[in-house]
């Protein structure tokens, strides 16, 4: 069964400060890694999607990487700002298993604060 | 513009009274799903559908009902709601093959169940 770890919980920086948020997962027989993020009481947002054979995807500030063998995956964060401030979610699509189906499982989240 | 869009965004209701949340998407997706998220167990999918009159089980169906009619659309009905399903509410949708692409999903709706 897949298991999504975050670490740390829950994060503290001061504003412009580059921060790496961590991601792992217990079975590397995945389809792709999404992370997400989720305001306070609202949706989540899809920040990158990695396909299973990429290594990693960059979008402005961010950069994802992915290390399939390992089970890990990290989001830098550069010269982060207050606006930062959310929960970032890491999801893995597992591939299909006899009796089941793939589907998306989530780590808990990484809370991060940036102090202005 | 494209999206998930659930309604309502908040409800609150009582034990046993029959309700439904609606998840309708704009982006022509196959795939659909149900998550709910609570505090210190994350996000659990409830029931997924992989195209139209296609729907199954996810990891917590109890006491949920899904129809899959129109593919745009996917309702989530709770014929008897109980305080153990108060939480906060997504629905996703993906193109298929869905692990080819990312998953978008709603806004949430948040149920507290009196």
């Known amino acids: 069964k897949q298991e999504v770890t975050q670490i740390p919980a829950a994060l503290s920086v001061p504003e412009g400060e580059n921060l790496v948020l961590n991601c792992s997962f217990t079975d590397s027989a995945i389809y792709n890694l999404q992370w997400f993020r989720q305001d306070p009481g609202k949706g989540l947002t899809s920040l990158l999607l990695i396909q299973s054979s990429q290594r990693e995807q960059t979008s402005g500030r961010l950069n994802a990487s992915l290390d399939k063998s390992s089970g890990r995956s990290t989001l830098y964060i550069a010269a982060s700002q207050p606006g930062d401030s959310a929960t970032y979610l890491c999801?893995?699509?597992?591939?299909?298993?006899?009796?089941?189906?793939?589907?998306?499982?989530f780590g808990k989240g990484t809370k991060l604060t940036v102090n202005p | 513009e494209a999206q998930v869009t659930q309604n309502p965004r908040y409800l609150i209701t009582v034990t046993g009274k029959k309700l439904t949340v609606t998840c309708s998407q704009n982006m022509n997706h196959e795939y659909m799903s149900w998550y709910r998220q609570d505090p210190g167990l994350g996000l659990r999918q409830i029931y997924y559908s992989m195209n139209v009159e296609v729907t199954d089980k996810g990891d917590v169906p109890e006491g949920y009902k899904v129809s899959r009619k129109e593919k745009r659309n996917f309702p989530l009905i709770l014929e008897s709601p109980s305080p153990n399903q108060t939480s906060l509410y997504f629905c996703a949708s993906s193109f298929q093959p869905h692990y080819n692409y990312g998953y978008t999903f709603g806004s949430g709706t948040r149920l507290t169940v009196v």
């Open positions: 999801a893995v699509l597992g591939v299909i298993t006899q009796g089941g189906s793939e589907k998306l499982v």
